[in-house]
């Protein structure tokens, strides 16, 4: 059973902050991470994923990903009120053809003014 | 905008009933998946189709049913509803391109209660 794991806050951080996300994986061979955020009563949006090793930018977010230790990270820098949300952590598991995203529970971040 | 939509957005069934809810995925977009989240949990897989065959199942019953058209939409069938299945439903839709990497978009989802 693959496992991801999220601490679920919540994470509160003042605004203009760097928020830092972490989530862990069981299965040592994954190779591909998304990152999904989600606000109360909405779907799930893709902010990006990552597949190797080492950091991924894109505007104030950068995933990072470290395959021997099996996490992987985002970081929100500038933190804004309207990044309140739930942050979801899901690992990729191709499967004959399609993909499987296995998620954690997500974690919950608060941006104070 | 991620070019997938579901309907309906939100609706209401008795125990026992049975529900279908639909799913158009992006264009050029030929696997779709679905997904249940309940509250307060992370999304989980319930099936997959690729080219209108089922290419893979999560842990869910067999009353959890699916399929998908030519044109890549799909639906997703419940039967035998119980008030476990309240849930918020997701259709994902993804391309594969050999070799490379793949981008997974959510729609909107369909709020599901069963009373």
């Known amino acids: 059973q693959k496992e991801v794991e999220q601490n679920s806050g919540p994470l509160s951080v003042p605004e203009g902050a760097i928020a830092s996300l972490n989530c862990t994986y069981s299965d040592r061979g994954s190779q591909s991470f998304f990152w999904y955020r989600q606000y109360s009563g909405k779907s799930p949006e893709l902010i990006m994923f990552?597949?190797?090793?080492g950091d991924k930018e894109d505007g104030r977010f950068t995933a990072q990903l470290n395959k021997a230790s099996q996490y992987v990270s985002l970081l929100i820098r500038d933190s804004q009120p309207s990044d309140s949300a739930t942050y979801l952590c899901?690992?990729?598991?191709?499967?004959?053809?399609?993909?499987?995203?296995?998620f954690g529970t997500g974690t919950q971040l608060k941006v104070e003014l | 905008e991620t070019g997938v939509t579901q309907s309906p957005t939100h609706l209401i069934k008795t125990r026992g009933q049975q529900v279908t809810l639909r799913c158009s995925s992006q264009?050029?977009?030929?696997?779709v998946s679905w997904y249940q989240q309940a509250l307060g949990q992370g999304p989980q897989f319930i099936f997959q189709?690729?080219?209108?065959?089922?290419?893979g199942r999560g842990n869910f019953p067999p009353r959890f049913s699916g399929l998908q058209f030519p044109n890549y939409s799909s639906e997703l069938n419940v039967n035998a509803l119980e008030l476990d299945d309240s849930a918020l439903y997701l259709c994902a839709s993804s391309r594969q391109v050999r070799g490379s990497g793949n981008t997974i978009y959510f729609g909107e989802g369909s709020w599901l209660t069963v009373v």
């Open positions: 990552i597949y190797s090793n």
């Open positions: 264009s050029g977009h030929n696997t």
């Open positions: 189709y690729y080219r209108e065959e089922e290419n």
């Open positions: 899901a690992v990729n598991e191709i499967t004959g053809g399609g993909n499987k995203l296995t």
